[in-house]
């Protein structure tokens, strides 16, 4: 157990809010409050967060932008990747400043920070002067952790209304507006829109465009990706996956809502790459398709299982497991039930327990499965050992199949009890269960 977790224990629960407040200011003040002279994107929501933040680094980059990101699949500071072994999507104050003060030092103009609804009721977005806000997605998540569904939707709000809380900047000899994206798809874009800022604008797949609206046009989708209009301007976009689609629409309207032209990005957008542990196949000459993806929760697989049908794959064999630590406890057995549902082959195994008892979770997913009809040792398999898990999916797969490993995407760590984390990467025992059966890496 850590230093800081150990005297975090010992603090009465009714200090720890001035707890986080004092080291949000401090913590700013301690590294020059760098996010001033940096344009910073604040990027919220259920889904999605990880990968517009990691799309929008990309657009930025190929547009001759230095860029800076944190996010839960890792940092990076002008191209410098650096992993994030936390497990946290938003960390400790002291660790934001320290990379965004990193971010000043390398040159970077932007700086894009991925934003927890935990993250914010413990203000460690206080000491950052966010430009842009972001609103991706709102679906159930971490209801329990915030005591509500309307409690966890007003979270997320804490980085709307702190938007003109702090002052405008002036960079480059230029004023920065304070401006706030939304997703207008999504029935909650409204809820975070009616927050005060400089300008507002929202992105959709649906309706007609306007000057504070964008909507694609024209568009096609095929193996080969997605190709679109946006404002006459022709995007074609090398990514297959839905919630890839999706994503990469939401960048593009940050970005224009931040000044970047369409026709820079456009350009940009034909070099987009896959995010590793976001939907990354593991390629070993198999006759048979493995896909890494973080997909965690049930909204998120089911976008996940929508995004495959395009593969016309022969059967869907699919590991899951759900996460302990605070995580919500409801979702397990929808987990198990989804994917009884949806895929041939279901393996359930260990993701990262926490404190929590690995095996009742392991279980109850185990039993949403089994009350939709998966028979263990037909069609449904309970692995304790996450290696050996992978292992049979893959021993499983036939010509023509996909293998779905769930949960941890591109993730470096296990989290097990007592704050252990414990070195893991999916791609990895993917990999070493294709050699085993004789493919190449």
């Not at 797949?205 to 190709?227: C, K, M």
């Not at 990514?239 to 350009?267: H, K, M, R, S």
């Amino acid at each position: 157990m850590s230093l800081l977790h150990t005297i975090k224990s010992k603090i009465p629960s009714a200090w720890l809010q001035p707890y986080h407040y004092v080291l949000a200011r401090g913590s700013a003040l301690v590294y020059g409050n760098p996010s001033n002279r940096l344009i910073v994107i604040g990027v919220t929501g259920t889904k999605g967060k990880s990968s517009t933040t990691q799309m929008m680094a990309q657009l930025l980059q190929t547009s001759g932008k230095k860029v800076g990101y944190t996010g839960t699949a890792g940092f990076s500071i002008n191209g410098q990747q650096i992993e994030n072994r936390m497990k946290m999507t938003m960390p400790g104050r002291f660790v934001l400043q320290r990379l965004m003060r990193a971010m000043v030092k390398a040159g970077c103009e932007y700086a894009i920070i991925e934003t927890s609804s935990q993250g914010l009721l413990q203000y460690r977005h206080l000491g950052i002067n966010y430009d842009a806000v972001v609103f991706t997605n709102l679906s159930p998540e971490h209801i329990e952790a915030h005591g509500g569904f309307a409690a966890y939707r007003a979270a997320k709000k804490l980085l709307f209304m702190h938007l003109m809380a702090r002052s405008r900047k002036v960079i480059a000899g230029k004023i920065i507006d304070k401006v706030i994206v939304t997703n207008a798809d999504d029935e909650a874009a409204g809820y975070y829109a009616d927050a005060p800022a400089d300008k507002k604008f929202n992105f959709s797949w649906h309706g007609q465009p306007s000057a504070n609206r964008i909507v694609p046009t024209n568009v096609e989708r095929d193996e080969n990706g997605l190709r679109m209009k946006i404002d006459y301007v022709d995007f074609s976009v090398p990514l297959v996956a839905e919630f890839e689609q999706q994503n990469t629409l939401c960048a593009i309207a940050t970005l224009a809502a931040v000044g970047i032209p369409l026709t820079q990005l456009a350009v940009a957008a034909k070099q987009l790459q896959s995010i590793p542990g976001r939907f990354e196949r593991i390629v070993c000459g198999q006759p048979f398709t493995v896909i890494v993806d973080y997909a965690y929760e049930p909204k998120a697989i089911e976008t996940l299982l929508r995004s495959i049908e395009p593969l016309q794959p022969k059967r869907i064999i699919g590991v899951h497991g759900s996460a302990g630590g605070g995580r919500d406890v409801a979702r397990r057995d929808r987990i198990g039930r989804l994917a009884g549902e949806k895929e041939d082959m279901v393996i359930v195994t260990n993701e990262d327990p926490y404190d929590d008892n690995p095996e009742e979770i392991v279980r109850m997913v185990a039993d949403g499965a089994r009350a939709v009809g998966k028979i263990d040792g037909r069609d449904l398999f309970v692995i304790m050992d996450r290696q050996v898990a992978i292992d049979k999916a893959i021993q499983l797969a036939m010509p023509g199949d996909v293998v779905l490993l769930t949960g941890k995407g591109s993730e470096p760590v296990m989290a097990v009890a007592g704050g252990v984390k414990l070195p893991w990467d999916d791609r990895q025992a993917a990999r070493k269960a294709l050699v085993k059966l004789g493919y190449k890496v």
